[in-house]
């Protein structure tokens, strides 16, 4: 998925706002600006890919403030907002009659929980409108594909499952736990270091997805979506020799629509910025549930 002219916009956005989240050091925030302007230069063309962009924005500003975590605040209090509202989604999901209707509504739950991002242009939400939003997720689901995924995890042995941010990570354990239930070895993978508000093993262990899950690993990277010659061996043994694969989120739907995928992979996420809807061919802020190839 490549950028459009408005990237440029969000990128350099989303870097002033997670720079005065960084450092409140006036030098320091003059310096690291003028390093991403740097870069936006050199690299922003028309076969650039937001997510990259996003990857090399994110550790020009950790090295220069020298701060490694800048969203460490706001993820704590996603996981802290999400498990509150863990109980009410984990209920709407047992009180469903069958167990497509169960997965599906974990798929709901999953992309909701979506949401949960900070510093995206006109992307704004309110933990305290999640409860309605996951109760009307169906109402918003523009592609739905969640039968071909159920029939597809039915058949395999083997999923791996990549989340994408912290506060998400609580609703994804709904879905690897209906995953389970369909008899499937579930191994989850999250960021080996902090990159935006993307989980880490940290937000893995608050919510509890060691518990759930059979297996839980890093990609070997803190880049946005999925890099593969960044990732590790150990990673990415597991990624050649999964059945399938649920990738969560804009970061991941951005950089495996740039590769030739064999392996089925479900794309579960919400559309929170316009290039991204437009390449789905939906509006802003719907619910996707994507089959690739």
Do not use: W
Request: hydrophobic content about 40%; charged content about 25%; proline content about 3%.
């Amino acid at each position: 998925m490549k950028v459009k002219t408005e990237c440029a916009a969000c990128v350099l956005q989303r870097g002033l706002l997670e720079i005065e989240k960084a450092t409140s050091d006036l030098s320091l925030q003059f310096k690291t600006m003028s390093a991403l302007l740097r870069f936006l230069f050199r690299e922003f063309k028309t076969t650039a890919v937001a997510a990259y962009l996003g990857t090399e924005r994110d550790r020009i500003i950790k090295e220069i403030t020298g701060n490694p975590d800048p969203y460490a605040k706001a993820k704590q209090i996603s996981n802290q907002m999400a498990m509150k509202l863990l109980p009410m989604a984990k209920n709407m999901v047992s009180k469903e009659s069958s167990a497509e209707s169960q997965f599906r509504r974990a798929c709901l739950c999953s992309m909701v929980g979506n949401i949960i991002e900070f510093d995206i242009p006109d992307h704004v939400f309110k933990f305290e409108d999640m409860e309605k939003l996951i109760r009307g997720a169906q109402e918003d689901l523009a592609i739905d594909e969640i039968s071909r995924i159920f029939k597809e995890a039915k058949k395999a042995k083997n999923v791996l499952y990549l989340t994408d941010n912290a506060g998400e990570i609580a609703f994804d354990t709904l879905l690897v736990q209906e995953l389970k239930r369909l008899g499937t070895s579930v191994t989850v993978a999250v960021k080996s270091k902090p990159v935006l508000n993307d989980a880490t093993m940290e937000d893995a262990r608050y919510v509890g997805m060691h518990a759930v899950a059979d297996d839980v690993i890093t990609t070997g990277t803190d880049s946005v979506g999925l890099v593969l010659e960044e990732c590790s061996s150990e990673f990415l043994n597991i990624y050649n020799s999964a059945d399938l694969v649920v990738a969560k989120g804009m970061g991941y739907a951005e950089t495996l629509t740039e590769h030739v995928l064999k392996t089925p992979h479900a794309l579960l996420l919400r559309t929170k910025c316009r290039p991204v809807a437009n390449f789905f061919g939906v509006s802003r802020n719907k619910n996707v549930a994507k089959m690739m190839p």
